[in-house]
Structure formats: structure tokens, C-alpha cells
């Protein structure tokens, strides 16, 4: 009896799995019809209505990614075609199409270092030939125009020290004499609060030929404290420039303007031209050089002008389903005006202002699930002024660290949701500059275009 009965719970469990198995063929049928007939509409609804349940599938994944194509939502496919390779490192087909999805996403250059691993593998006849139908050729490719494309996000949290400043209640040193000290004010200390901050980028790409492109794009934020201090920041960046391609070297020459305002007052402005040089190692591997020059100016301060050097290294790779990011970079700070000691009117030289600083930083990511990427990045610097400073009689040296945790969720098409937290130190021989910092919040922003 009890045979009977499990071979009929068996025979049950089979036809409804038999069942669910066919809707699933019927369903990828109908979305296939769909895309060969061009019902861009139908075939983007019915893919968004089945994702929840077929991600991961590979054969799903490569019919999302073309619907997705389809409507363009090029980001929503690269996704999607990552997961096919993830299951299937050798079908062509989807490979193919990633170099489509990010040549319709406005990114040539990663589009290129597909194409060329794509190339390299020794595709069929059939690829190669879908291949050259796209104008490209191996190490070389059009720029494309890119439409323009923004983004609006807002972030909410709480910070342990909103001002970065010493917690401590007195400082002692002043003049070199570690016996002399002073108390310091409420304000002048660290202060905790929670805010909200509102940020948007817009920004697009221009192609000339094929080779080069013009660029813009904007990017700002406000950044509110609403609980203890009350007082607000804002940022606000505008960044310009042109890029040439040739082979696997990408020439840059941004210029960009930083304006950073303090309850809606303007506090420093920030003006840098740069030259960036990137050379594609493989399809997963990128090596990038950046050398910039500025001037940072402070409204009615100018003896913290500087004008700004620095160097930056970077290396990039993917790895299966982790990115992995490496950079090290050295900057000077050179101040530009003199100022006046006391009443005497006698110049003093403000070198004590200027400071070399060397970092290096780490960061990886980690898509855990198709649409869930934890991340986390490290941040090492040190630096060092140039001259003695006039109130503690000492030369200035600070080591700084953070760590920053985070986890974004792709919740829908165009729809980021992230938590985040970090933490930082600094660690200097003048006490007054020594600090911790703490910060957590969650978040959420919207892409269109």
C-alpha cells in the first residue's frame, strides 16, 4: 500500500514538474517568436514579466538580453549576457551580442576588448562574418554617439563626525612646547548628525568619425544635516573634453571645474585639466595613466591656494564574476599666495602650506546573484608638509585610512537600491588633526535617458 501511494506522489510530482517544464518551453517560444517578428513591445513586457522567475537560465538570459537590445535598455542585456557567460564561456552567439550591447550602451572601447577576445577564440565562419558586418575589425572600431543619459539618487544616513574633527576637548603643543595648550569650542569639535543627500549626472557623447568623440557631462549634489548642526553642502562639477582611439590606446584630455558651496555659499572652486592615457591588456584587463594639473581657490582665503599636481596608475580585471581595481597615485599641493603676519605687514612665506601626498587603493565587487553586487574598497594615504607649521612649530605629517563596505541591488531595469558603510581615521603629529569618522546610509537612484 504504502508502494502504491509514493509511486502515485511520485507520478504526480513528475507530471506537474513535466508541466512547469512545458509552460517554461512555451513561454521562451512565444518570446522568441516575439523578437523574430519585431514586437519590440511585446517582447520587452513578456521578458520583464519572467525574469523574476527564468534569470539564470542561459537560455532565457540570451532572449532577455536581445529583447532588452530591442528596447533599448543596452545595461539591463550586458547583464544578462554576463550571466550566460558565467554558464556558457563559449557561445559565440552571446558573445557577439555583448559587443553590440556595448556598443548601444556608448562604450566602444570595452565593446572593442570584447570583439577582440571574441576574435581571438577562433569563432565560426558564421560569427566572423556577423563580426566584420558591424565595422569593426580586430584592435580597431567605431566611436559611437552615445544619447544622453542621467541619473537622480538620494542617499539617507548618519555620520559620527560631519565636520572631521578632533573629538578631543584641548590640544597641546602650540609653539612646540607640548606643555602649552588650548581648549577648544564646541564647534570646533567632532559633531554627529544624520542627513540626506540629493545627487544627479547628466552627460552624453558625440562621435567625430571613427576614431575620436567629444564628451560632457555634469554631476552635482546637495548634502543636507538636519538634526544637530543644520547646515548644508553642495558640489556641483562640470567636466568636458575629447578621446581618440587607436588600437587598444585610449588618449582623454578632460577639463573639468569643481565648486564646492557651504550653506549655499561659495567656499572653493576647483579648475583641472588632465590628459588620460588607457591601453587594453586583454578583454578583461585594463591599464590606465592620468596626469592632471589644477588650481584649487578658497573665497576669502587665499592663502590656501594651491596649485594641484598629481599622478594617478590604475589596473583594472574581471575575473568570473569579480572586478578587481588597483590604483596608486602622488600629488603636490604648491601654494600660490604669501600673506601677512599680524599688523606689521611683513610677508611671510605660506610654504608650510603646500604637501606631497602619496596613495594606494584597492576596491572589488562581487555579482553574488544576478542582480546583487557586494563591494568593497580600501584606501591607504600619507602625506607631508613642506615647511614648518607656524602655530605648533613642527612639520605637519598625516596617515589616513578608509574602508568603505557596500552592497547594490539591482532591484528593476533602471533602478539601483545600496546600502553603504565606512569608516576613517586619521592620524597626525599635531593632535588637533587627528580624527575618526564613521558612516552608514542606504540609497536609491534612478538611470534614464
Not at 500500500?1 to 517554461?24: E, H, K, N
Not at 517560444?29 to 520587452?44: G, I, P, S, Y
Not at 548618519?158 to 590640544?171: G, Q, R
Request: a neutral charge.
Amino acid at each position: 500500500m504504502w508502494t502504491i501511494t509514493r509511486m502515485a506522489g511520485a507520478a504526480i510530482v513528475f507530471s506537474l514538474l513535466l508541466g512547469a517544464s512545458a509552460q517554461a518551453a512555451d513561454d521562451l517560444d512565444v518570446l522568441r517568436t516575439d523578437l523574430d517578428k519585431r514586437r519590440t513591445t511585446e517582447a520587452w513586457a513578456l521578458a520583464e514579466k519572467l525574469h523574476g522567475q527564468r534569470a539564470g537560465n542561459p537560455d532565457f538570459d540570451f532572449l532577455y538580453a536581445r529583447a532588452a537590445l530591442a528596447a533599448r535598455h543596452p545595461s539591463q542585456a550586458i547583464f544578462a549576457l554576463e550571466r550566460v557567460r558565467l554558464q556558457q564561456p563559449n557561445n559565440q552567439q552571446a558573445w557577439l551580442l555583448l559587443v553590440r550591447a556595448h556598443l548601444a550602451a556608448g562604450d566602444p572601447a570595452h565593446a572593442r576588448r570584447e570583439l577582440d577576445a571574441l576574435l581571438a577564440s577562433a569563432p565560426s565562419q558564421a560569427i566572423r562574418a556577423q563580426a566584420q558586418a558591424l565595422g569593426m575589425s580586430e584592435g580597431t572600431g567605431p566611436a559611437t554617439t552615445r544619447p544622453l543619459r542621467g541619473f537622480i539618487g538620494l542617499d539617507v544616513g548618519y555620520d559620527s563626525n560631519v565636520n572631521s574633527a578632533t573629538d578631543a576637548a584641548s590640544v597641546t603643543g602650540i609653539g612646540g612646547n607640548p606643555t602649552v595648550g588650548v581648549n577648544l569650542a564646541p564647534g570646533d569639535r567632532a559633531q554627529q548628525d544624520s542627513f540626506a543627500r540629493l545627487s544627479a549626472g547628466y552627460g552624453g557623447k558625440l562621435a567625430l568619425g571613427s576614431q575620436a568623440l567629444l564628451f560632457a557631462e555634469a554631476y552635482g549634489y546637495v548634502n543636507a544635516l538636519y538634526d544637530q548642526t543644520q547646515f548644508s553642502t553642495s558640489l556641483y562639477q562640470g567636466r568636458v573634453g575629447a578621446s581618440w582611439q587607436a588600437g587598444p590606446h585610449r588618449l582623454t584630455l578632460p577639463l573639468s571645474r569643481q565648486v564646492f558651496s557651504v550653506d549655499h555659499r561659495g567656499y572653493s572652486l576647483y579648475d583641472v585639466a588632465a590628459l588620460e592615457w588607457t591601453y587594453t591588456l586583454s578583454a578583461a584587463q585594463r591599464l590606465s595613466l592620468t596626469a592632471s594639473r589644477g588650481l584649487a581657490s578658497y573665497d576669502n582665503q587665499p592663502t590656501r591656494d594651491a596649485h594641484v599636481t598629481s599622478a594617478l596608475l590604475g589596473w583594472s580585471t574581471i575575473m568570473g564574476r569579480t572586478r578587481l581595481g588597483v590604483n596608486a597615485r602622488y600629488g603636490q599641493d604648491d601654494p600660490r599666495v604669501d600673506f601677512f603676519k599680524d599688523s606689521l605687514s611683513v610677508i611671510q612665506p605660506n610654504v608650510f602650506m603646500g604637501r606631497h601626498t602619496t596613495a594606494l587603493g584597492f576596491d572589488a565587487r562581487y555579482r553574488l546573484w544576478p542582480r546583487h553586487e557586494p563591494r568593497l574598497g580600501v584606501l591607504f594615504q600619507g602625506s607631508r608638509h613642506d615647511d614648518t607649521d607656524p602655530d605648533f612649530a613642527v612639520v605637519r605629517h598625516d596617515q589616513f585610512a578608509t574602508l568603505v563596505a557596500g552592497w547594490d541591488w539591482r532591484a528593476w531595469p533602471g533602478w539601483l537600491l545600496r546600502a553603504e558603510a565606512n569608516f576613517a581615521a586619521n592620524r597626525s603629529n599635531i593632535d588637533l588633526y587627528d580624527y575618526d569618522k564613521t558612516q552608514v546610509l542606504l540609497g536609491v537612484r534612478h538611470d534614464f535617458h
